[in-house]
Nanobody
Framework: QVQLVESGGGLVQAGGSLRLSCAAS????????MGWFRQAPGKEREFVAA????????RYADSVKGRFTISRDNAKNTVNLQMNSLKPEDTAVYYC????????????????WGQGTQVTVSS
């Protein structure tokens, strides 16, 4: 079992940057593919980025490609999301999640979720 805790959210102006972190408990962290999702008020949870257990492959939603970077450190049991050139439409609660299967953009395939961290981008 994996427990996930996100941090790093906050309020930032458009064009600014934030770095989200997700700390995982458990020695099996390195077995999991990891993903970031977000959910804005009144909208469905949407995929942002994912990274394989080894860190060698990543996937991004088209809306964040070129602006966001996902990375992980298996020695520290962390996965990060560097967010640059933020836009007001990036405002949402951001969640990290762990998936034992194939790396996926489908939130229903993820096994474990953090509690989320709020990101607000002002115009």
């Amino acid at each position: 079992q994996v427990q996930l805790v996100e941090s790093g959210g906050g309020l930032v102006q458009a064009g600014g940057s934030l770095r989200l972190s997700c700390a995982a408990s458990g020695r099996t962290f390195r077995r999991y593919n990891m993903g970031w999702f977000r959910q804005a008020p009144g909208k469905e949870r949407e995929f942002v980025a994912a990274i394989t257990w080894s860190g060698t492959s990543t996937r991004y939603a088209d809306s964040v490609k070129g602006r966001f970077t996902i990375s992980r450190d298996n020695a520290k049991n962390t996965v990060n999301l560097q967010m640059n050139s933020l836009k007001p439409e990036d405002t949402a609660v951001y969640y990290c999640a762990a998936d034992q299967g194939f790396v996926s953009s489908d939130y229903s395939t993820y096994d474990y979720w953090g509690q989320g961290t709020q990101v607000t981008v002002s115009s």
